[in-house]
């Protein structure tokens, strides 16, 4: 069984900017279904295209199942079955010897960056980047799927 442990904080804007930082990918992603206790998710980056499985959070864990699918079948999935979508860029960025992912939304969620770090256990300790602010992860306003339906402009 594949665990998903993320913890989710908010960037410091004018930090951001002033980071040199690497190219992003940008990310379009839809949700086939989306409940409190599973989430289908679609998604697809340039050439590149998962369906993802993910079940209720507990914490800041869930279980997570991730497949290669094909970029054609994913934008006929997109067309035929996603109920809400968002679009993204994201920027990989390793700090400290871990790896942050680091959202820039877009759209109806314009104006909010989102920082994540996947954990090998709840209470692994790891070093903030300087660009880190508020802790989010309890906060489901700020999940993906919550963002796809309740944008951030809306708040």
């Given at each position: 069984?594949?665990?998903?442990?993320?913890?989710?904080?908010?960037?410091?804007?004018?930090?951001?900017?002033?980071?040199?930082?690497?190219?992003?990918?940008?990310?379009?992603?839809?949700?086939?279904?989306?409940?409190?206790?599973?989430?289908?998710?679609?998604?697809?980056?340039?050439?590149?295209?998962?369906?993802?499985?993910?079940?209720?959070?507990?914490?800041?864990?869930?279980?997570?199942?991730?497949?290669?699918?094909?970029?054609?079948?994913?934008?006929?999935?997109?067309?035929?079955?996603v109920?809400?979508?968002?679009?993204?860029?994201?920027?990989?960025?390793?700090?400290?010897?871990?790896?942050?992912?680091?959202?820039?939304?877009?759209?109806?969620?314009?104006?909010?960056?989102?920082?994540?770090?996947?954990?090998?256990?709840?209470?692994?300790?790891?070093?903030?980047?300087?660009w880190?602010?508020?802790?989010?992860?309890?906060?489901?306003?700020?999940?993906?799927?919550?963002?796809?339906?309740?944008?951030?402009?809306?708040?």
């Amino acid at each position: 069984m594949g665990i998903e442990i993320e913890r989710k904080f908010l960037v410091d804007h004018k930090k951001w900017q002033a980071l040199n930082k690497p190219a992003g990918t940008k990310l379009r992603q839809g949700y086939i279904v989306d409940d409190q206790t599973r989430t289908v998710r679609l998604r697809i980056a340039g050439d590149n295209a998962w369906l993802t499985f993910k079940g209720g959070t507990q914490g800041i864990s869930r279980t997570e199942y991730e497949y290669d699918i094909p970029v054609g079948d994913a934008a006929e999935l997109f067309e035929q079955f996603v109920k809400s979508g968002l679009e993204k860029t994201r920027y990989c960025i390793t700090y400290a010897d871990k790896l942050w992912e680091v959202d820039v939304f877009e759209g109806d969620n314009n104006g909010l960056i989102v920082a994540e770090i996947e954990l090998d256990s709840e209470d692994e300790q790891f070093e903030l980047p300087p660009w880190i602010g508020e802790e989010v992860s309890d906060d489901p306003r700020y999940y993906n799927s919550s963002l796809s339906v309740r944008p951030f402009k809306t708040w």
